[in-house]
């Protein structure tokens, strides 16, 4: 093997890297409120009567579950943009990560609403709570409890899926900033495995920090 | 003004390059279903100090993302000039990341087969690899079978990704076109139609098994 190893000038470059994991958690975390709010959106869409609401939560799912996520970022990135929305590559993958996102955690939710009994509701609306004050009250903090493993798996498959936006151009994210040193630099195989040992913790630390969560959240 | 849009042409060049995918899709999944039966075996029956470090092996390509997973292994083909195509490379790459989900989903499967049906094979006088092989195999696959088929559909969304290391698999096929034509919808649009075309049958078959499956 004829290749030396140059961890040093990697590592000098460790407050970029740490700057730019802090962007990649950034997008995950904007790309995940937006889509638990969408997802929930669309799973009750999926209960409603109106065959217009049910038709777009059926395209949203289907959509997001049988293209690549690359492909959303894509669509989004240039298939827009010919529409004339052109959107930078920062809000192009967010909206890309959402869409993913919102199509796969609408599963959950749907299932974690059938899970709970139509009885329970029944009785707070008897009780004289209004149909949001049921929701929030009584629907939402079971349905949290039910998806909240769903959503966990999901924040970590966000944070990967951050990777893809250097494929659109972005350069100040976890990904974009390491492609940009490996640009300058040519240390492909030390920048990147700098970053795969971050994104690595990343995606531990979201793992761990659920699982200590659950512990108090669901302690009942 | 020269008129290049869309043509027949076009639409084969992108059917060549959903070729790729699948034939990508295809080994990667052969080999990776194959490690993953191992790995699987190994993971629910070997003794702790292999199922242990083998679970945080295979951890780590979960806990990655593939496009860098792709760039160090080419970057690691280089250095130590091994020489593979970027077509090996890929399909190595994501055959060891469909392994290391198949071995959880095996896991999950041999883990399904209850206690009392194994040791009643056993009490009946079969060896321990007749009652791996004609007990607990054919139970755990009604487990494992519609988890394997929407693995298999995830690892064939993620071939678009090997499009980084320059293999013109269909996306990079749509986008060599939209770099001529300039109607990223029209063809972004019939590249997802394919994506669509390959995957949803599939997946639909996989929840009809385990609806099937379930009732009984």
Same mark, same amino acid.
């Given at each position: ?11 000098? $470059? ?46 949203? @799912? ?67 709570? !209004? $149909? ?60 990147? !495995? ?12 979201? !793992? ?13 | ?69 792709? @760039? ?114 029209? @063809?972004?649009?019939? $590249? ?25």
């Amino acid at each position: 093997m004829h290749y030396t190893f140059h961890w040093e000038t990697a590592f000098k $470059a460790m407050p970029q890297l740490l700057w730019g994991a802090a962007t990649t958690l950034e997008i995950a975390a904007l790309s995940m409120i937006f889509g638990i709010a969408l997802a929930i959106m669309l799973a009750l869409f999926a209960q409603s009567q109106n065959p217009v609401l049910k038709a777009i939560h059926v395209t949203w @799912v289907e959509i997001a579950r049988n293209t690549p996520a690359l492909f959303q970022v894509y669509m989004v990135y240039f298939g827009l943009g010919s529409l004339g929305l052109r959107l930078d590559s920062f809000p192009s993958l967010v909206a890309g990560v959402t869409f993913n996102n919102a199509g796969y955690l609408a599963e959950a939710f749907r299932g974690g609403l059938h899970a709970i009994p139509e009885t329970q509701v029944r009785a707070a609306r008897s009780l004289g709570m !209004t $149909a949001p004050q049921v929701f929030i009250s009584i629907v939402l903090p079971q349905l949290f409890r039910i998806v909240f493993y769903p959503i966990t798996n999901q924040i970590v498959w966000a944070i990967l899926m951050t990777s893809l936006g250097v494929v659109v151009g972005l350069t100040d994210d976890l990904m974009g900033v390491t492609q940009q040193l490996n640009v300058v630099t040519f240390r492909t195989f030390e920048y990147f !495995t700098i970053a795969a040992v971050l994104y690595y913790l990343l995606a531990k630390s979201v !793992t761990v920090t659920a699982r200590l969560m659950a512990g108090r959240l669901f302690r009942y | 003004m020269l008129h290049m849009s869309f043509g027949a042409n076009d639409l084969i060049f992108m059917l060549k390059g959903a070729g790729v995918t699948l034939a990508i899709t295809f080994w990667s999944v052969a080999f990776g279903t194959l490690l993953g039966l191992c790995f699987g075996v190994v993971r629910s029956e070997g003794p702790w100090y292999l199922s242990a470090p083998l679970g945080f092996f295979l951890d780590i390509f979960r806990s990655v993302p593939l496009l860098i997973q792709f @760039v160090l292994f080419n970057a690691a083909n280089s250095m130590f000039a091994t020489n593979l195509p970027v077509f090996a490379i890929a399909c190595v790459v994501l055959a060891i990341y469909t392994a290391s989900y198949c071995t959880e989903i095996v896991r999950a499967g041999i883990l399904a087969v209850p206690q009392t049906t194994r040791r009643a094979a056993r009490s009946l006088g079969l060896s321990y690899s007749q009652d791996l092989t004609d007990i607990v195999f054919p139970i755990a696959l009604k487990v494992v079978l519609p988890n394997w088929i929407s693995l298999t559909l995830g690892v064939m969304k993620d071939t678009s990704l090997v499009l980084w290391i320059g293999i013109t698999e269909l996306l990079r096929a749509s986008q060599t076109i939209v770099t001529r034509t300039q109607e990223p919808l029209l @063809v972004l649009a019939i $590249a997802g139609a394919i994506y669509f075309a390959m995957s949803f049958p599939v997946g639909r078959l996989g929840m009809w098994l385990e609806k099937k499956w379930a009732a009984q």
